[in-house]
């Protein structure tokens, strides 16, 4: 009976991936292909592919590029630093002006910012500038464009998802959410590893020209998509009085501030990504290509679980689903900060990838179907300030207590961290265990 139940529900979604499902309970359900059949959205899905897979291999390339200069874990977490300071000052404003804005314009503004940036590294990293300008020259330019792509993402970084409930109809927004995570997360694993592979084969200037050439490949792809026009009731408020209206959203709906509290601090505490060059080449001792692998390893998680979750999506009792995975994502932390062997510290990071899938769909769904058209803008850069950001805030205070504590302790304190957080949610916040959607 249900291996017949099988063979149909496969059938249906291959041969019909348009049509609405029944579930057991007998309510409706899309295809799990639903989504990628809207061809704008589809054009999305490659263009995000290509971009989030540049950048993914451009900070690859970064860390360990800074790493090679300066030879101080520290250095790895002003990189960090030096992009969040400008996203997090201008993500409020850029929240307001993104739900004014036409944002497929803007949206092709951003990519082509994070174009010029990549350029300008490329030209940093030639032998004529290294020929004619110092260490101290490049190292200060490499942090310079940092800084302004860190403008450039406090507009560019939250439209993808404000732009998302435009082209897909709310109904199908929570496939359409986890493949838009599967998309990232793939481009994530694919420019993580690949970095290792191109800085090995063809050094920075060359890694850097592949990487121009995927952000213009995703340039044309977005270009794509149709206009998209401010909400209609977005328009006319003062830009503070714009910016309150989306704060006073997120801060008095609670399933969006315990699910944005919750990734913030995991992410913030548990950043161990960000000392992957120290344990590659000083610890594990495995050269650029085991240092690709190592970035890529929670991505290759990440994405194995999304795709199970399309298949078999998370039904009941997500909130506390959200407050277990975060805990295990903490103690995998824990494991790869204390591993001396390359298999047991790229499992670890596996393991936190399977467990930070599961809480980024999570937490997506909920902001999504939570968030009116017309506060899209203001709520992604609000999301954005809370778990983007937390990424390189993250990355810095990794780097600083990797100074102050030394790089071992401080990844298993990070874990440790994350562990407490998820102790005083637990107490603090039960409507958050509670949560269901």
């Known amino acids: ?190 420019g993580h590893a690949s970095a290792g592979f191109c800085i090995a084969l063809f050094g920075n200037t060359g890694t850097l020209g592949i990487i121009v050439g995927f952000i213009s490949c995703a340039l044309f792809m977005l270009s794509k ?41 995991a992410v913030l505490f548990g950043g161990a990504v960000a000392m992957v060059p120290v344990y590659a080449r000083d610890i594990l001792h495995v050269g650029p290509i085991g240092f690709g692998w190592l970035n890529a390893a929670s991505d290759i998680g990440s994405i194995i679980m999304v795709i199970a979750l399309t298949f078999f999506p998370l039904k009941t009792q997500q909130g506390r689903k959200l407050l277990f995975v975060v805990a295990c994502f903490g103690i995998s932390i824990i494991i790869f900060g204390i591993s001396k062997i390359f298999w047991i510290s790229f499992a670890a990071l596996l393991l936190s990838g399977l467990l930070d899938a599961i809480s980024v769909v999570i937490r997506g769904t909920i902001v999504q179907m939570k968030t009116p058209d017309e506060m899209r803008g203001r709520v992604m850069s609000v999301n954005s300030m809370f778990i983007n950001s937390s990424n390189e805030l993250g990355q810095f205070e990794s780097g600083m207590a990797a100074k102050l504590m030394g790089v071992v302790p401080s990844v298993v304190f990070g874990g440790a961290m994350t562990l407490l957080v998820v ?7 039960p409507s958050l265990r509670k949560m269901e959607y």
Not at 132 to 155: D, L, M, N, P, Q
Not at 239 to 263: C, M, N
Not at 423 to 429: H, L, R, S
């Open 1 to 190: 009976m249900h291996f017949n139940r099988i063979i149909q529900t496969v059938s249906t979604i291959f041969l019909y991936p348009n049509q609405i499902l029944l579930n057991d309970t007998g309510t409706s359900t899309y295809s799990p292909l639903a989504a990628v059949k809207i061809p704008e959205y589809r054009n999305m899905l490659i263009g995000r592919f290509c971009f989030v897979m540049a950048l993914r291999m451009l900070g690859t390339l970064v860390g360990w590029w800074i790493y090679e200069l300066t030879s101080a874990p520290l250095a790895i977490g002003l990189i960090g630093l030096a992009e969040v300071i400008p996203a997090l000052s201008l993500a409020l404003y850029a929240g307001h002006v993104i739900d004014i804005s036409e944002k497929r314009k803007l949206l092709l503004k951003g990519v082509s910012g994070y174009l010029s940036c990549a350029a300008a590294l490329l030209f940093v990293s030639t032998s004529f500038f290294s020929n004619h300008f110092g260490k101290a020259i490049i190292i200060g330019g490499i942090y310079t464009i940092i800084f302004v792509s860190g403008i450039v993402r406090a507009f560019s970084g939250p439209i993808f998802n404000a732009i998302l409930g435009q082209i897909v109809p709310r109904q199908m927004l929570p496939n359409a959410i986890t493949w838009n995570q599967a998309t990232y997360l793939s481009a994530s694993v694919v």
């Open 225 to 265: 998509i149709y206009e998209k026009p401010a909400a209609a009731s977005s328009g006319g408020k003062r830009t503070w009085e714009s910016v309150r209206e989306g704060l006073h959203f997120v801060f008095t709906t609670k399933e969006v501030l315990g699910a944005l509290s919750l990734d913030l601090f």
């Open 423 to 429: 102790c005083i949610t637990w107490f603090k916040a």
